[in-house]
């Protein structure tokens, strides 16, 4: 299944909290295997974020948190991070995260064979920093104020109009403040119909120079890298993929 409904299945609520929360000596145990693809959600944190460039207990917004392990790490030095996921059941699951600091869930190992494993929190964290709310990306409440970190981490090809979540960016991102997008560009008609898809169909234009169009002139490009992942389907199979991590200041 691949559409946006997937996120509300068990299956990925499973996969989600492995992705997020996993152990490598579960998650990746084969030596031979793209270990550095390991941990992405602490990554898009430690890769793109310069905490140095942010006002004292900076207000941070993780778009797309899915089971929160990105806002977790935001809250080691963010005085408040909101965590907005349109999936009611990735945000019970970071809501369950948040209270207990673990969750019992299962993976799939091969055919039926599942195997249970346990979601453990960062235990030097203050979870409390974090508040989780079920809400759209492109649908934003006016009332939700300014941000001085925004991060959307594999969120933009997800959606049915990024354009319109990138527009709404101006007003969500405090003068000065920063915004980290990372996203592998796969777009897929599923999320987002052919029009919507931020791509150069020449392949003239690198797809940053695109997003730095949607954004408009109060958004300079600071970083640019490449993040890859690793996405764990069953004992046996991965997806490998790399996104664009793009770090971007708002003028003041
Ligand atoms: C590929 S996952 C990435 C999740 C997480 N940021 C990460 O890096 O693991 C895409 C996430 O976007 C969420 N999502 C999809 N459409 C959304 C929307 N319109 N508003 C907010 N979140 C959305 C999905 O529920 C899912 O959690």
Not at 13 to 40: N, R, S
């Amino acid at each position: 299944m691949m559409s946006e409904a997937f996120y509300e299945t068990g299956e990925a609520v499973g996969q989600y909290l492995f992705f997020h929360y996993g152990k490598i000596t579960d998650y990746m145990p084969y030596p031979q295997g793209p270990v550095e693809a390991f941990g992405f959600p602490v990554r898009v944190v430690t890769g793109m974020v310069d905490s140095s460039t942010l006002p004292p207990s900076p207000r941070a917004l993780d778009l797309g948190c899915a089971v929160g392990r990105t806002s977790f790490e935001l809250a080691r030095f963010c005085g408040e991070v909101v965590g907005i996921d349109a999936s009611a059941r990735f945000i019970e699951a970071a809501q369950a995260m948040q209270r207990e600091g673990r969750l019992e869930h299962d993976v799939l190992i091969e055919g039926a064979r599942r195997m249970q494993v346990t979601a453990e929190a960062p235990v030097d964290v203050d979870r409390t920093r974090v508040d989780f709310r079920v809400g759209d990306a492109q649908a934003l409440p006016d009332d939700l104020g300014a941000f001085d970190l925004v991060v959307a981490a594999n969120l933009i090809d997800r959606l049915p109009d990024p354009a319109a979540c990138l527009a709404r960016m101006e007003s969500l991102v405090k003068p000065g403040g920063r915004l980290v997008i990372t996203s592998p560009y796969t777009w897929l008609i599923d999320y987002t119909p052919k029009q919507n898809w931020l791509y150069s169909p020449d392949g003239d234009t690198p797809t940053r120079d695109i997003i730095a169009r949607a954004l408009g002139p109060a958004f300079t490009l600071e970083h640019h890298t490449d993040l890859p992942f690793l996405i764990r389907e069953h004992a046996r199979k991965y997806q490998w993929s790399v996104a664009e991590g793009t770090r971007w200041m708002r003028g003041v």
